[in-house]
């Protein structure tokens, strides 16, 4: 007896799955009597799972074949177990660092937020020096006006 096992590769890493299935093939014969064969399916719902069958159907002889078939690997159901649980707990990862990245977006928003009032208040205080210069100005140029007439009136 053997046992098996099988590996799948996901995200360029492999992980080993036991299937645990026990395999006698010196025991296993088919309804004609001889012993079965191993094979690997390559159909598109079994891709790989191992099972047994009549040896006259692959040599030439399927007229003779008896149409023995027997799995050894446990359907893909049943292999799908661990893959979805490891999908589960994927898609939990994922979950949380997109809650992790609205958590980020959200606090850069309220940075944002605290910024544009910043600059709205730069805006404000620049509008206030910007009248005030003008009435200093304003101010200067009447004084320079005042004096000039001062002197105009002394000096004739």
């Known amino acids: 007896m053997t046992s098996a096992s099988s590996s799948s590769v996901s995200n360029g890493r492999q992980e080993w799955v036991s299937l ?6 010196a025991t296993r014969l088919c309804f004609c009597g001889m012993k079965a064969r191993m094979r690997t399916s ?4 079994n891709p790989g799972r191992r099972f047994f069958g009549c040896p006259r159907y692959s040599s030439g002889q399927r007229h003779l074949a008896c149409n ?3 799995w050894i690997d446990p359907a893909p159901a049943a292999q799908g177990q661990d893959a979805l649980a490891g999908m589960v707990r994927k898609v939990k990862i994922l979950e949380d660092k997109v809650k992790m990245s609205e958590d980020k977006v959200k606090t ?8 544009e009032e910043q600059v709205q208040v730069q805006k404000d205080q620049l509008i ?3 009248a005030k210069e003008r009435q ?4 200067l140029l009447g004084s320079w006006m005042f004096f000039a007439c001062v002197y105009l009136l002394l000096c004739s």
């Open 20 to 25: 645990e299935a026990e395999v006698d093939e």
């Open 42 to 45: 390559r159909t598109e719902g």
């Open 68 to 70: 023995f078939f027997e």
């Open 108 to 115: 850069n928003a309220d940075k944002v937020n605290f910024l």
């Open 128 to 130: 206030k020096h910007k």
């Open 136 to 139: 200093l100005k304003a101010v």
